[in-house]
């Protein structure tokens, strides 16, 4: 499943920057660093969700992954009753379980 996440974010990722190439506000100076600025933002993000992923961060890590969108519910279904719990546990004191704002 990690290896799964990894490439739907990464995917996202190359969307996501990809739309802003093409938007042809500023000039390319002021594109270019908005490109680089958006790849080091998301690079923060995947190293938090993915980066040394262990028995003791899984749980963590799997929030982290459910609060950016990436874990659905069919995924999270795959995960013991105790896990899942723990992850919408987290997701929702944080605001981040789907269905908050």
Same mark, same amino acid.
């Not at 998301?42 to 938090?48: G, L, N, S, T, V």
């Not at 659905?72 to 009753?81: A, R």
């Not at 992850?87 to 704002?101: D, F, L």
């Given at each position: =499943?990690?290896?799964?996440?990894?490439? +739907?974010?990464? &995917?996202?990722?190359?969307?996501?920057? $990809? #739309?802003?190439?093409? $938007?042809?506000?500023?000039? $390319?100076? *002021? +594109?270019? %660093? /908005? &490109?680089?600025?958006?790849?080091?933002d998301? *690079?923060?993000? =995947? &190293?938090?969700a993915?980066?040394?992923?262990?028995?003791?961060? #899984? %749980?963590m890590?799997? #929030?982290? =992954? /459910?609060? =950016?969108?990436?874990l659905?519910?069919?995924?999270?279904? @795959?995960?013991?009753?105790?896990?899942q !719990?723990q !992850?919408?546990?987290?997701?929702?004191?944080? @605001? &981040?379980?789907? @269905?908050?704002?």
């Open positions: =499943m990690h290896s799964e996440l990894l490439e +739907r974010y990464c &995917a996202r990722i190359l969307d996501e920057l $990809a #739309a802003s190439l093409k $938007a042809r506000d500023g000039t $390319a100076h *002021d +594109r270019y %660093v /908005r &490109a680089c600025q958006l790849l080091k998301r *690079d923060e993000d =995947m &190293a938090r993915f980066d040394d992923f262990r028995r003791s961060t #899984a %749980v890590q799997l #929030a982290i =992954m /459910r609060s =950016m969108g990436l659905t519910d069919e995924d999270l279904n @795959g995960f013991s009753e105790q896990t !719990v !992850v919408r546990g987290i997701t929702s004191i944080s @605001g &981040a379980e789907p @269905g908050h704002t």
